[in-house]
């Protein structure tokens, strides 16, 4: 009888297995991998069950660019984003007192999933996320006023519950004080 191994090999995620499957798409498009080795190399990833056969489709292809993380803070005052505004791959909001509004209605999201982090103390939040944006918020605590988010209705041809086909996933995570934070789905 051979003892277990020490670290069995840990299940890949659909969102590292999305996450192959851009950073190929990438390699392909900027011409790093012929048609035929991503065709070769995405069957890999499509079917791999542990992060090493994940890891195998992707050697040798370019370095990933670094994480994106972006901070906005203020004591008191307002924190606005709205427009065409890049959204970095994790973005940490800090607000002491005063409103906090994020419209990713019409950014620009370069990545399949956006975390956003926030330490807020007392005023009230909004965030605004794309029409088929899937909205994760298991890791966020709220103090004295719950979340006000009602998830949108499956889009045709989406999966179930918020989201469609190609919609970013964005994960709301941390902690609101005193304040209430709403989360809403674009209309358009």
């Known amino acids: ?15 590292d297995r999305e996450a192959a499957v851009r950073r190929l798409q990438d390699a392909y498009a900027e011409g790093h991998i012929s048609h035929e080795e991503m065709d070769r ?30 901070t906005i803070a203020a004591h008191s005052g307002r924190i606005r984003r709205r427009g065409p505004w890049l959204v970095p791959r994790t973005l940490k909001v800090e607000s002491a007192f005063g409103r906090v509004r994020l419209d990713l209605s019409r950014a620009v999201i370069e990545h ?9 103390g007392t005023g009230r939040a909004r965030i605004t996320v794309p029409r088929d944006a899937i909205v994760d918020v298991e890791g966020l605590h709220t103090g004295w006023k719950d979340l006000r988010y009602k998830p949108r209705p499956p889009l045709p041809g989406g999966p179930g519950g918020a989201g469609g086909p190609g919609g970013p996933k964005i994960r709301i995570s941390g902690a609101v004080g005193f ?9 358009r």
């Open 1 to 15: 009888m051979t003892p277990p191994p020490e670290n069995p090999p840990s299940p890949v995620s659909e969102d």
């Open 41 to 70: 190399r995405l069957h890999t990833v499509l079917t791999a069950t542990t992060h090493g056969e994940l890891m195998s489709a992707l050697a040798s292809l370019p370095a990933e660019p670094p994480e994106t993380t972006s």
């Open 112 to 120: 399949p999933v956006v975390d956003i982090e926030l330490r807020l």
């Open 179 to 187: 304040g209430r934070l709403k989360i809403r789905h674009a209309r």
